[in-house]
């Protein structure tokens, strides 16, 4: 078996295992976890229905590899069918980010509905294009300026 391919099984399994846990953690609770001290957000964005989307990065959980970093990230989002501040879990995404070069890279993503339902997955590794002042940069620079010390 090439490294090659034992990285990537180890890379899926890891993130079905985070994702298995993650789901765990949303089903017990809800606001709670977005307030959990291990997870700083990063900013907010819009979806593709307008919505506003919080989003968190995992520095406390990162994986370090010399240059590269390997983090989650999480979305979040206001249900829409009351006026609370009610969130939920909308996105859950584990990515790697090149600090010597500043490419960003997709390595999966779960998707999921108000009522927690997962929506979809890809477990595709793609590049993320971004620029200067988007949540991809911001996502970056926290990746990069962590040095994985508490």
């Known amino acids: 078996m090439t490294e090659f391919r034992k990285i990537k099984i180890v890379s899926k399994l890891v993130f079905v295992i985070c994702a298995i846990f993650f789901l765990g953690l949303y089903s017990c609770g809800s606001d709670e976890v977005t307030k959990d001290h291990e997870w700083k957000y990063v900013g907010d964005v819009r979806d593709e229905q307008g919505q506003n989307v919080s989003v968190f990065i995992d520095l406390k959980g990162m994986h370090i590899e010399g240059n590269i970093r390997k983090f989650w990230i999480r979305y979040y989002a206001k249900k829409d069918s009351d006026q609370s501040k009610e969130t939920y879990m909308r996105q859950l995404g584990?990515?790697?980010?090149?600090?010597?070069?500043?490419?960003?890279?997709?390595?999966?993503?779960?998707?999921?509905?108000?009522?927690?339902?997962?929506?979809?997955?890809?477990?595709?590794?793609?590049?993320e294009?971004?620029?200067?002042g988007t949540i991809g940069d911001k996502l970056a620079s926290a990746a990069c300026r962590y040095a994985g010390r508490d």
């Open 94 to 127: 584990f990515w790697e980010v090149d600090c010597n070069d500043r490419t960003l890279y997709v390595l999966g993503e779960e998707y999921y509905g108000v009522d927690g339902q997962v929506l979809g997955r890809s477990e595709e590794r793609f590049k």
């Open 129 to 132: 294009d971004y620029k200067q």
